[in-house]
């Protein structure tokens, strides 16, 4: 538990020093980030107990609940009865899951910013930073289970973050990226959840 714990903490401290594969920067780490990794460490260790506590008593379990009517239906069902039964890939799925569609909610909500005239210089970035805070965790366990929307995924998401350099916003072709992320990511909540 210890080594677990301490490892998370280090992951957490490299902050912006840290890439994502394709070379795009990583968000920092926020308690949910935090606690996802925590569980992560814990079912890949075999520590199936450990990792129910950190799921039962941890802020990724809140917001699961707090955002239980866009999720698939059952998913912390699903979630706990994995961790219970202690099946790795059954837990992996459903945290997968939960951040795909939070960061689809992400871009839906920046799209519909975009549509009501908000500066793509401004609020382009901040949607941006979260989508990828989210996506980034999960994106190996989508690129395993659909490479194609794995890759389209960071295509729009590098042409998002193209409409958001300063002195060349584009809110119509960031609104366009954004639409794109969440048809992308909505696809892969709709198959993976069945």
């Known amino acids: 538990m210890t080594r677990v714990l301490a490892l998370a903490a280090l992951l957490a401290l490299a902050g912006p020093a840290a890439a994502h594969h394709t070379g795009v920067y990583t968000p920092k780490d926020n308690a949910i ?26 802020p990724l379990r ?11 239906k059952g998913l912390e069902a699903r979630a706990q ?8 890939p059954g837990v992996e799925r459903a945290l997968m899951l939960f951040f795909v569609a939070l960061a689809r909610d992400l871009a839906i909500e920046g799209e519909r910013q975009l549509g009501a005239g908000a500066d793509a210089a401004v609020v382009g970035p901040r949607f941006l930073e979260a989508i990828w805070r989210y996506y ?6 989508v690129g395993q289970r659909d490479a194609k929307a794995s890759v389209a995924m960071r295509l729009a998401y590098d042409d998002a973050e193209g409409a958001t350099k300063p002195g060349a916003a584009d809110r ?3 609104r366009e990226a954004l639409g ?11 198959t993976a959840a069945n």
């Open 33 to 58: 980030t935090t606690n996802f990794k925590a569980l992560k460490f814990s079912v890949q260790a075999g520590k199936f107990d450990v990792a129910r506590r950190l799921f039962d008593e941890g």
């Open 62 to 72: 809140a917001e699961m609940k707090a955002r239980a009517t866009a999720l698939p």
């Open 81 to 88: 009865t994995a961790l219970a039964a202690g099946d790795g």
């Open 136 to 141: 980034n965790l999960v994106d190996f366990a």
């Open 172 to 174: 119509v072709r960031l």
């Open 180 to 190: 794109r992320m969440a048809h992308i990511l909505g696809g892969v909540v709709q």
